[in-house]
């Protein structure tokens, strides 16, 4: 029997996959590998030993790496996932991407980031915020989710994505959107707030968190995932997605939950939850 004391540091989600990163800064990725979301690809990151296809348009579709020495991707700080892509921010700034490739999200434009902070995945769409507070994505362009304007932003201090649409929270509490609009989740209410400290996105809902411990939500609410209801938490701390249901953590500890519930994902159980502690890193991306 082998007996490991790693614990999980930082944890993400795409639909049918999952990462984490170890307290060693090494990761861990399990679930479905059709794309190679989950392949030991993720251990090795040389791309001077990158298997390189001769067939360039096979290429567009997975990234393939050199799989012959078993060595993990180290000094991870922070993982996420797209649909069926992931991504892993190093403690240098650098980010390495592997899965699907198909729109480019994990296009090889990343290894020139050598000052990022913090890393988000659409489904097929990835975004980078740098040091100097301004933002970077690449990856599927159709609904405008990489739209250059997004090099525009200044003094970003978070991002985080949607199935298609991204969201930029600036330093001064005011939340910048791009992407998909089709059902509102870029809706210009957003401009309207001055003091948010914290965002998230669903599927095509967005969430924010603002600094009287209020949350606020827009965008699509089929399931109820931007449910009036929302608007009588207080005392709220931190706040995450998943695909159409969506998360309060309050500061004494418990949480709220509303939204799609085919899965008992806003089970009533989650009432008997508490002393849940910060920073409860969220696993958001399901499509």
């Given at each position: 029997?082998?007996?490991?004391?790693?614990?999980?540091?930082?944890?993400?989600?795409?639909?049918?996959?999952s990462?984490?990163?170890?307290s060693?800064?090494?990761t861990?990725?399990?679930?479905?590998?059709?794309?190679?979301?989950?392949?030991?690809?993720?251990?090795?990151?040389?791309?001077?030993?990158?298997?390189?296809?001769?067939v360039?348009w096979?290429?567009?579709?997975?990234?393939?790496?050199?799989?012959?020495?078993?060595?993990?991707?180290?000094?991870?700080i922070?993982?996420?996932?797209?649909?069926?892509?992931?991504?892993?921010?190093?403690?240098?700034?650098?980010v390495?991407?592997?899965?699907?490739?198909l729109?480019?999200?994990?296009?090889?434009?990343?290894?020139?980031?050598?000052?990022?902070?913090?890393?988000?995945?659409?489904?097929?769409?990835?975004?980078?915020l740098?040091s100097?507070?301004?933002v970077?994505?690449?990856?599927?362009?159709?609904?405008?989710?990489?739209d250059?304007?997004?090099?525009?932003?200044?003094?970003?201090?978070?991002?985080?994505?949607?199935?298609?649409?991204?969201?930029?929270?600036?330093?001064?509490?005011?939340?910048k959107?791009?992407?998909?609009?089709?059902?509102?989740?870029?809706?210009?209410?957003?401009?309207?707030?001055?003091?948010?400290?914290?965002?998230a996105?669903g599927?095509?809902?967005?969430?924010?968190?603002?600094?009287?411990?209020?949350v606020r939500?827009?965008?699509?609410?089929?399931?109820n995932?931007?449910d009036?209801?929302?608007?009588?938490?207080?005392?709220?701390?931190q706040?995450?997605?998943?695909?159409?249901?969506?998360?309060?953590?309050?500061?004494?500890?418990?949480v709220?939950?509303?939204?799609d519930?085919?899965?008992?994902?806003?089970?009533?159980?989650?009432?008997?939850?508490?002393?849940?502690?910060?920073?409860?890193?969220?696993?958001?991306?399901?499509?």
């Amino acid at each position: 029997m082998t007996t490991t004391t790693n614990q999980n540091t930082s944890i993400a989600c795409g639909i049918f996959h999952s990462v984490a990163i170890m307290s060693d800064k090494t990761t861990r990725c399990w679930g479905d590998n059709d794309w190679n979301q989950c392949n030991s690809v993720h251990r090795y990151f040389s791309f001077t030993n990158a298997i390189q296809t001769i067939v360039n348009w096979f290429r567009s579709f997975v990234l393939f790496f050199d799989q012959h020495e078993d060595k993990y991707l180290t000094d991870a700080i922070q993982v996420d996932c797209g649909l069926f892509h992931s991504i892993a921010l190093l403690s240098d700034g650098t980010v390495k991407c592997w899965g699907n490739n198909l729109w480019n999200q994990c296009d090889p434009v990343h290894l020139t980031f050598t000052n990022v902070v913090q890393v988000a995945c659409g489904s097929r769409h990835s975004v980078a915020l740098l040091s100097n507070g301004t933002v970077r994505c690449w990856g599927d362009n159709i609904r405008n989710q990489c739209d250059p304007l997004c090099r525009t932003f200044t003094d970003v201090i978070q991002v985080d994505c949607g199935h298609s649409h991204s969201v930029a929270l600036l330093s001064n509490g005011t939340i910048k959107c791009w992407g998909n609009n089709n059902i509102n989740q870029c809706d210009p209410l957003h401009s309207t707030f001055t003091n948010v400290i914290q965002i998230a996105c669903g599927h095509s809902h967005s969430v924010v968190l603002l600094s009287d411990g209020t949350v606020r939500c827009w965008g699509n609410n089929d399931r109820n995932q931007c449910d009036p209801l929302h608007r009588t938490f207080t005392n709220v701390v931190q706040v995450a997605c998943g695909e159409c249901h969506s998360v309060a953590l309050l500061a004494d500890g418990t949480v709220r939950v509303w939204g799609d519930n085919l899965f008992n994902q806003c089970d009533p159980t989650h009432r008997a939850i508490t002393n849940v502690q910060l920073p409860c890193n969220h696993a958001l991306f399901l499509w």
